[in-house]
């Protein structure tokens, strides 16, 4: 599984970016998915995930009510909405993936770092006060 993260950039504070991580290899409908970021000198964290059904997702605290992850396995894509933007926002945004595997697996959200086997390559995100 190769995932291509991309849509980073720099903005204002208060500005919104839409990051996409692309699949292939396998399909996304077959995936679990979760983003990170890891700011300078600090480890990686999480950020959302959602389930490889679609039905459920997870969100850090400090992202809550200001971002939203989704999935168009139609595009075999997953995406990450950004809005509201802060400076601590500023980081390396990765895309991770997971098989989820069957049935109720299907519905399972995860968070951890160490639970996805997969990894895109990141795309900076940059905001300015």
């Known amino acids: 599984v190769q995932l291509q993260a991309s849509g980073g950039g720099l903005v204002q504070t208060g500005d919104s970016l839409r990051l996409s991580c692309a699949a292939s290899g396998r399909t996304m409908s077959t995936l679990r998915v979760g983003w990170f970021r890891q700011a300078p000198g600090k480890e990686r964290q999480f950020v959302a995930a959602?389930?490889?059904?679609?039905?459920?997702?997870d969100y850090a605290d400090s992202v809550k009510g200001r971002f939203t992850i989704l999935r168009d396995d139609a595009k075999n894509t997953v995406f990450l909405q950004l809005s509201s933007l802060k400076p601590e926002d500023t980081a390396v945004y990765y895309c991770?993936?997971?098989?989820?595997?069957?049935?109720?697996?299907?519905?399972?959200?995860?968070?951890?770092?160490?639970?996805?086997?997969?990894w895109g390559q990141g795309t900076q995100v940059t905001v300015s006060s």
């Open positions: 959602i389930s490889q059904s679609g039905s459920n997702t």
């Open positions: 991770a993936a997971g098989v989820a595997g069957a049935s109720f697996r299907k519905l399972i959200v995860r968070t951890r770092v160490d639970e996805y086997p997969y």
